[in-house]
């Protein structure tokens, strides 16, 4: 049987209904991908709200200026500078997401998967790092220290501004 | 067909029964039983009843294909049972991967048979690949065939990437920080991309679920579509490549043989062969089982799965972008488009296009192996160090390098006088080997520190 074949773009009612399941099926599809989407989208486990993100990490005159204080539960390092500010260093190395260690003696954190280092403040001293350790917001209230783990920031290097005092 | 009927009613249950399951003879005994049989069974039936002749012997193929489909089915095997016993959370997966290898009789065994499985697959995909490079099994009806197995590839990557992290030991967790913390140099996207890669800034038991899912349903699902395209596409090629001489034409159907019994037994001796290697290999040599993971301790050094090793050394020597986005990126597009690029024709079948190609692409295999390691070296000593100062100037080494690879181009064709397209395929070969170097330099050649040091010196 020969059905009429109607014009090229002639709208037909045919024609619009085939269009129409088209765009139906196109919609099914991203309606698909955003489910897919919103099932895969990382949920941060951390957050401000956790009782457990802001680490009190004690009173200021419990840290000497010039020393490295490790913070395992918090995952960072809390750094009182010479001058007496502090800066709460994460311990991820900046080049591939390794553990960095405090090595006392060197007065430098050495990183043991490809050798980066970095001084008290987190910058740089040899590559392939090429970014200053992240930070986490430090705050100084009442005379005592607290980080805020669920924050990261990131930077490319060290800057006074960074330094948080009493 | 009514005698047929008539006569099984004649002979009882067990009989009609048998012959319900098994209407055909179950092993033939003449050609045309034999014939009848690749054709009614349905696994045979994937098979052609004939084929050509010249492409039977081992040294044509070395059965990498086969290989490749037997070490899956291996995977699929073992991966079915171990899923009984592991347990996908932090907490519970390290202690149920030592249980299995502890208590559960032979889990060691399956265990052992899995890793070498997985880790002789990545080897023989990649031996596949270059053979059907090497035999120009990519022109024509092949072509997009070509690009099915790099998807395949892929996936098995995926897969071999995504088991990396079960064990939930020092060496897997580490490997997985390194390898997801190259996703951050991204431009742009990088933060997003590895946030999705471990399901938050960190690995925690949301990446090991995605890992653990993805291992387990998304690449099997996969690889069983992607393999059975990819072979169905090979039965409308009419087989594998032909072999033959630069300059012959073969003029009409080529000489063939039966399917069974001349290729098939071969292919079972070969698929047993393997699986008793495998086998051997998984009882004299336990799959590693490092330390619990501890997030606060890397261990040094630190290293990717062996197969990253050779873009984790790129890391070393290039701008981040470079090693992490633009090298692999390009190589993956290139090797996409490879079929694509022009042809002369006649060149199919012909092991590395004619004399000249074999020529060229040898004397480039040969500079790739002698260079590569030179520039290492060079790069080590230059700089000081393992993370070289290099990576800090931004583009110049790429530069470098792509100056050296057009200098070779050019020297080959005044040496060897090879047209553009075996040009091409030096280029490819120089380009291949320097990966393999690379990755043997990454897994061997890397101590403390990623310092350049002798294998036997490594820890």
Redesign the interface.
């Known amino acids: 049987m020969a059905t009429p074949n109607p014009a090229k773009g002639a709208s037909t009612r045919r024609g619009f209904l085939g269009r129409l399941w088209l765009w139906l099926g196109g919609l099914a599809v991203l309606e698909g991908l955003w489910i897919t989407g919103s099932i895969?989208?990382?949920?941060?486990?951390r957050s401000a709200a956790d009782d457990d993100a802001v680490v009190v990490a004690g009173p200021v005159d419990r840290f000497d200026p010039g020393t490295v204080t490790a913070f395992?539960a918090g995952?960072f390092y809390l750094s009182r500078l010479d001058n007496g500010g502090f800066l709460a260093l994460s311990?991820s190395c900046t080049?591939?997401?390794?553990?960095?260690?405090w090595v006392e003696d060197e007065g430098r954190f050495v990183?043991?998967?490809?050798?980066?280092s970095f001084d008290c403040r987190g910058e740089v001293l040899?590559?392939?790092?090429?970014r200053a350790l992240d930070l986490h917001p430090v705050r100084i209230e009442n005379g005592v220290v607290k980080v805020d783990t669920s924050t990261?920031i990131t930077r490319q290097a060290f800057a006074p501004s960074q330094v948080v005092r009493s | 067909m009514a005698d047929q009927d008539h006569e099984e009613r004649e002979r009882g249950l067990m009989r009609r029964v048998w012959r319900s399951v098994f209407p055909g003879p179950v092993i033939p005994a003449t050609d045309r039983e034999r014939r009848w049989v690749v054709v009614n069974t349905l696994l045979l039936h994937l098979r052609p009843a004939q084929v050509p002749v010249r492409t039977i012997p081992f040294t044509h193929t070395f059965g990498l294909g086969g290989m490749s489909l037997v070490l899956v089915l291996l995977l699929f095997a073992t991966g079915m049972l171990m899923m009984f016993v592991y347990e996908p959370s932090p907490d519970a997966a390290y202690a149920s991967v030592a249980g299995l290898q502890d208590d559960v009789l032979f889990g060691g065994l399956i265990r052992g048979i899995h890793h070498f499985s997985a880790n002789f697959l990545v080897v023989v995909v990649l031996m596949h690949l270059l053979r059907v490079y090497l035999t120009g099994g990519y022109h024509g009806p092949r072509r997009f065939n070509w690009v099915i197995g790099l998807a395949l590839l892929f996936g098995i990557l995926v897969g071999n990437f995504t088991g990396y992290l079960l064990p939930w030991d020092q060496l897997s967790y580490?490997a997985i920080?390194?390898s997801?913390?190259?996703l951050?140099y991204v431009p742009w996207i990088g933060e997003g991309l590895q946030?999705?890669a471990?399901?938050?800034?960190e690995i925690?038991d949301?990446t090991l679920i995605?890992f653990f899912t993805i291992h387990t349903t998304v690449v099997p699902a996969v690889l069983i579509v992607l393999m059975a395209w990819h072979f169905w596409r090979v039965r409308k090629a009419r087989g594998v490549v032909v072999p033959k001489d630069a300059g012959e034409v073969i003029d009409g159907k080529p000489e063939t043989v039966l399917f069974v019994p001349h290729l098939l037994t071969r292919e079972v001796a070969l698929a047993c062969l393997l699986t008793a290697v495998v086998v051997v290999t998984s009882m004299l040599v336990s799959a590693p089982l490092g330390a619990e993971a501890n997030?606060?301790?890397?261990?040094?050094?630190?290293k990717a799965p062996w197969y990253f090793l050779g873009f984790q050394e790129l890391?070393?020597h290039f701008h981040?972008v470079v090693a992490v986005v633009v090298i692999p990126l390009a190589a993956a597009l290139f090797a996409a488009l490879l079929p694509y690029l022009g042809y002369r024709e006649g060149i199919d079948g012909v092991w590395m296009m004619s004399a000249t190609g074999r020529r060229s692409g040898l004397l480039a295999i040969g500079f790739a192996a002698v260079a590569t390691p030179a520039l290492v070296i060079a790069d080590e000593l230059g700089s000081g160090?393992?993370?070289?100062?290099t990576?800090?100037t931004g583009l110049m080494p790429a530069v470098v390098v792509a100056v050296v690879v057009g200098v070779v181009v050019i020297a080959l064709r005044k040496v060897t006088g090879a047209p553009r397209e075996e040009l091409l395929q030096a280029v490819v070969l120089l380009l291949f080997v320097v990966l393999v170097v690379l990755t043997v330099i990454g897994i061997w050649f890397r101590g403390e520190?990623?310092?350049l040091v002798w294998p036997w010196e490594a820890t």
Do not use: E, F, Y
Not at chain 1, 111 to 116: F, N, R, V, W, Y
Not at chain 2, 295 to 302: L, W
């Open positions: 895969l989208k990382p949920r941060s486990n395992p995952r311990r080049h591939l997401g390794c553990t960095v260690p990183c043991p998967c490809h050798a980066s040899s590559p392939p790092a090429t990261t | 580490w920080t390194i997801t913390a190259m951050a946030q999705l471990r399901g938050g800034p925690t949301a995605g997030p606060g301790m890397s261990p040094n050094p630190a890391l070393l981040p160090s393992p993370g070289s100062a990576g800090l520190g990623m310092a």
